[in-house]
């Protein structure tokens, strides 16, 4: 008889979702929530509703929003208007019982929640009308310094911040920098925004600027200087190769575990040139040193895991991909993912952006792909439960506070 | 309880088969046979029956020439010579259902079905005997000009035609052109070609000429001179890069969908180098211009897929995969091919040439792994029946009749 | 009801492990242990214990040193080490039913068998008393020269060679050799080490030197001497791009079966640059020479299966893969393994080296995952027992035997 322990230790446990954004906090009109459905574009003539995570979210949303499974489009729509945005991403964030949110504060072409306030969503509502309070207003009673920080310790919920490191390179450049000081400028600028409060993790995204087929090698200052000329006088985002070798090397120096976008994303992927067996020299080169952390990886599941498998530092998750796929083919991915990679390798991320239907798929995608994939195992005998919830409790939590740190309450 | 009613309307469909060839009219005898099994050669002290086509073929067409299941390779093919081509062929493409084929008519070392002639066979017996008229010989009191048309529409079946441009470029070679000529006079014959009644596509092989890690630019007409010079002076197939880049730059000129060869295919191919992700660039470029129709696709259907959900104009097929990996895999390949495409993205063809088993093998396994994927997700609670049966009707026929603006009754 | 026959058949079947190494003779510490355990390296604060494969030693290997299935890891290792390395490596390697080793002699950081010696424990006990006599010590009325030779038949297991060709260019290297005469020199040590008796294959390990993006053609003596003079100048391993080409063309000359090790290995392993299909210009090349066996394969079996259906001279295995994904994945990897490819180009091999669960659990994974793939296939009526049956026979030992020319008896 299959047995439910798994799916119960996993439905208790307050995840880590360490990677994520934030939730847009405005009302969402149907083109604005269908373009944020997808990684494409909202294409005239086809709704992004007709795709598997539209379907996943009209069964598995709908009922959150009190309408019946597969309630139509139109009709989901209605009611998320009518309820309104805090109340919507209210019961989707609570619903998704996370614990913890390592939020990646660089990516926000919307106006959307402050990590702090995305951990006020997603706890209890008791607790979350307590965090509505106003950042920098304490609570009576205490003192200025103790008042709630960044990383915002709240019952129910805990956010911290990863700081995406191109923004800010592109920060630096929009301040206004000479070539010959972009190198120390970018440096000071990134230990600044480590050194702020609650950031447990800095994130780049070569992935969407060069890929990954780089010379692994630290660039020369001089290779530095001559490519920051080039960038600060042409303007646009940061692309170039010799300075994306360098933001990667100036994670390195930082010492905080690095997050990596690999896989699956938006059209400025070229899926080929983000397969993260590309990073293997690097990898080698920084050995040692800093955690790194192999975010989506789908559809290189395969080849994520084996750098996990044969990298002491290299760490995976399948986020991104597990809402968009849906809860059908969570489970599926997850077995690729576990194929040879190591139980304390593995971790959890919705890598939720906009709307907040995406940390309530993600967490369930997980919670039933894993616990689906681990009951059976046991129930057929070729896995021990306790060996079962130990590794459900690691991968949904405990791989992310060994790597990050975190406090072992939260 | 298991339902059956996505199963019996996929049962009822009547096909569009995107991309096919032609089926061989003349007795085939047992070398023969066997080399048109697979994308190999016929290899001494290898039967290519020993393979998963092979079992399915003895398995799913055996009954269809009246024998058991698993009849012997060696009372197959005696059963085969003694039906005749003409019955045999009827058979299969009627069992098939196929309502429409798209046939590519560029390839065809054996001499084959005319599109007019494969329609005429998969009809029923009473249509395919009005068909079998001689093309150009209008029946009784119908003026010439209303003659039935290359589309040759026939109750319960009509071909289309796709032209392969690499055909069209090869025979203006071959009827004589000098280097500076070669752009005007492959775009005229493409023009000319695709102006021709029933043509509805084009299609590229380049993936066995070049693969896809090309330049994605418009080549300069410099170039395309320098390269036409090399290659009328050489001669052999059109392999050029900048022939190849000029030739799928003038698909987009000619505004019909562009069908391109992706993924698995004969020893031509340098798998790592047909991964459709190679073509980003390209797609980037010709956005909002010509659908592109990755084929086949394995084992790149999640690259494919990919492409299909960030990019407007890109959809795919995992044809002829589907008869190689039998029906007992085809499932797996679509739940892997429709991991995250949009519901509008996913096409049918069977890419059969040659052996008419094909089209009856690459339909049942469409229905049969789409039906069962579809049909456990609606046991499952997971998706709507009425969604199920849209998107079934969708991937089997309504996709490609909005792709190549086919008329609705066909 | 599901049936048994196939797994009946499979168990009976002596395999033919078309791809070892040898096993370590000492005692192993814990750590020593937990090292061979992983492709990767032992980490502080990781057991390797923590991994699929981890588990499936304690699932399925416990029960052979008389403990309970899933035994926490000290039990483990310290029965492992009260029965002392003898009688565990007999346990282990008699329970696997190999009837047949083909040793990579050229691996070999630790003390391990020879292939005789791996043959001998695998033997029945009685058989493996009178095998473990000293090699050269003829038994009593045996002349000299009918001595147990290298491939050391006995009843029970045999064991044959396989010629690593690094280690035979390696060692012409450590010998002395000048760079005019490093390619004469090495094709008569090779010749000289495929005379051995019993050696019955060449083996490269160019996926990790290289990778298999070269040149496909046969190296220029002039190029091979130049580049025989930077090596022998700078020493350690080889692997430079031309002295690569030039092993595998001699390895084309000798006219053995050559195996390459492609796809999931440790970190010397640029995984994106050992997909087989990058061999494919060279397997045009070599067409009509020598078997060429694809080892591993993983993540690559798709591809690989591409290779052998359509090339006539490629093999593919999963082995190694078989024992770190364990008996719960293996079905997996081999479906898709099994997808295309022709029925008699799927062998086996555990690619054990080091601990003697290698051994047991890839032949376990195997005969259980191929198992239940035929079983399934049968029970659902989609292959007829007798060609299930012959897959079976084929893949575990009949295909083997016919690429390595086997003696029928073993």
């Not at 950042?135 to 009576?140: A, T």
């Given at each position: 008889m299959a047995g439910r322990a798994v799916h119960e230790v996993l439905a208790e446990l307050e995840l880590v979702d360490h990677h994520c954004h934030g939730v847009v906090t405005a009302p969402l009109d149907r083109p604005g929530f269908e373009a944020l459905l997808t990684e494409g574009d909202a294409w005239p003539g086809f709704s992004t509703f007709d795709t598997p995570v539209g379907v996943a979210v009209r069964r598995h949303c709908a009922p959150l929003l009190d309408l019946a499974p597969h309630a139509p489009a139109d009709a989901y729509l209605a009611r998320r208007a009518a309820l309104g945005p805090r109340e919507v991403n209210g019961r989707f964030l609570r619903a998704?019982?996370?614990?913890?949110f390592c939020v990646d504060t660089g990516f926000a072409p919307h106006p959307v929640t402050t990590p702090a306030e995305l951990a006020a969503a997603a706890a209890a509502p008791a607790v979350a009308r307590e965090a509505m309070?106003?950042?920098?207003?304490?609570?009576?009673?205490?003192r200025p310094e103790a008042a709630i920080p960044q990383e915002a310790v709240r019952r129910g919920a805990v956010a911290y911040e990863v700081v995406r490191l191109e923004a800010v390179a592109e920060a630096v450049a929009a301040r206004g920098v000479d070539a010959d000081g972009y190198a120390d400028a970018f440096r000071a600028a990134a230990l600044d925004a480590v050194r702020r409060?609650?950031?447990?993790a800095v994130k780049s995204v070569a992935a969407y600027r060069t890929?990954?087929?780089?010379?692994p090698a630290r660039p020369p200052d001089a290779d530095v200087t001559r490519a920051a000329r080039r960038w600060l006088a042409d303007g646009?985002?940061?692309?170039?190769p010799v300075l994306t070798r360098h933001l990667l090397w100036t994670a390195v120096d930082l010492g905080l575990p690095l997050q990596l976008h690999t896989g699956f994303g938006d059209n400025d992927i070229r899926l080929h040139r983000v397969d993260?067996?590309?990073l293997t020299d690097w990898l080698h080169l920084t050995a040692g040193t800093i955690p790194v952390l192999l975010l989506h990886c789908w559809p290189y599941q395969r080849q994520a895991a084996y750098l996990a498998a044969v990298f002491e530092q290299v760490y995976l998750d399948v986020g991104l991909t597990l809402h968009h796929v849906g809860p059908v083919r969570a489970r599926a991915v997850l077995e690729e993912a576990l194929e040879i990679t190591p139980f304390r390798k593995l971790l959890y991320s919705s890598d939720a952006y906009g709307v907040s239907e995406f940390y309530w798929l993600g967490a369930l995608a997980f919670r039933r792909g894993l616990g689906d994939l681990l009951q059976d195992r046991v129930d057929a005998g070729e896995l021990d439960l306790p060996d079962a919830l130990r590794l459900a409790r690691r991968a949904g939590a405990d791989n992310a506070r060994r790597v990050y740190r975190l406090p072992d309450g939260h």
């Open positions: 998704a019982r996370t614990g913890v309070r106003p950042e920098g207003v304490p609570p009576e009673g205490v409060p609650g950031v447990v890929g990954f087929d780089l010379d646009g985002r940061l692309a170039d993260p067996t590309h």
